[in-house]
């Protein structure tokens, strides 16, 4: 069982009916939203990959095709390629919106930023048109989208003002809400939405544990811009433990400006990233084998080997840094 290998030719059939959907945008829409696409095409080899977003209906489909008896072998697949066609065209249209209010620069990956809201309009028209093709059940399709948009729309208005990783995690798991609703979709075909809540559990442990991959990586930039970083905020918990542990400062106020040297020391000389990785397998412990989906348990135990990962590389690189001497260790951990 292979969580994208079983899946790569459905993927590979689903971009290429992606890219005939946007060609037939009005010009120039039609050539911007090609190149958007693009960038997250999984065909590509330098793209953004984002797996969930086109794997998750798919993965669905299998286990629920041979879970249930009720079932035929192919009478969920029509509606998870469908889902995962919605996912794509949603996934851009979301992407943009929280482009547009991530950055304050007129250019965005080379495409004006006025241009983008025509782009990111006719994209969501085209999630809603594949949407309404997918159910038996519009009703309960549309209160689901709303539930789900509502969440996003939430999460990511708060998200300055708020410290989700720290107060409120599963917020985190809210700025992808609308792709919970292709689960929702494949339990409605199903005629399953009982077990919705279960489903909805397990994946927004394996969308936090995939916002922390992210954040673990994109820090640099983060920090640069302003923007919200889980990784950040653990960082700033635990100087504010410290700080507050030796004055009279209440930690309410004493929440330290972090610089990238701070974030260096975290990361090298007080291992953090170890933390982290362990809050992530928290979260992916907490989920119970048993009601899980297999595909999802198991990207969901990749996402956490990534982060174990990237904490080995920083253990192997202080220890080579260490090797060479404390005064050059001191002067490439610091910006």
Request: charged letters at 20%; a negative charge; hydrophobic letters at 40%.
């Amino acid at each position: 069982m292979d969580w994208l290998e079983d899946f790569r030719p459905q993927i590979y059939e689903l971009f290429a009916e992606a890219e005939q959907r946007i060609h037939r945008f009005p010009a120039p829409l039609n050539v911007l939203g090609l190149h958007y696409l693009s960038g997250f095409d999984i065909r590509k080899q330098n793209s953004i990959k984002n797996y969930i977003c086109y794997l998750l209906p798919f993965w669905l489909e299998r286990t629920l095709t041979m879970r249930l008896h009720h079932l035929s072998p192919t009478s969920l697949l029509p509606v998870a390629k469908l889902a995962a066609l919605g996912n794509v065209m949603g996934m851009l249209h979301f992407f943009i919106q929280d482009d547009l209010m991530d950055r304050q620069d007129r250019q965005s990956d080379g495409i004006d930023r006025q241009q983008l809201v025509p782009l990111s309009q006719m994209l969501h028209s085209e999630f809603l048109l594949i949407l309404s093709q997918t159910t038996h059940d519009q009703a309960r399709l549309w209160e689901y989208y709303h539930r789900f948009v509502s969440e996003w729309a939430s999460a990511v208005s708060l998200e300055q003002e708020s410290d989700y990783f720290a107060q409120d995690r599963q917020k985190i798991a809210g700025k992808a809400s609308p792709l919970k609703l292709s689960a929702a979709l494949l339990l409605l075909e199903a005629r399953l939405p009982d077990q919705l809540p279960v489903l909805m559990q397990q994946l927004d442990e394996v969308l936090i544990a995939l916002q922390m991959n992210d954040d673990a990586a994109d820090w640099p930039e983060d920090l640069a811009d302003g923007n919200y970083n889980c990784l950040l905020s653990l960082i700033r918990q635990e100087l504010s433990i410290k700080s507050t542990s030796s004055t009279d400062v209440p930690m309410s106020i004493a929440v330290p400006v972090l610089t990238e040297q701070r974030v260096h020391q975290a990361i090298y000389d007080h291992h953090i990233l170890r933390r982290y990785a362990a809050i992530a397998a928290d979260g992916y412990l907490a989920v119970s084998p048993s009601s899980s989906i297999p595909y999802l348990n198991h990207f969901h135990a990749y996402l956490i080997r990534q982060l174990n990962r990237m904490t080995e590389q920083v253990d192997q690189h202080r220890n080579l840094l260490m090797q060479q001497g404390s005064l050059w260790y001191h002067a490439r951990i610091s910006p």
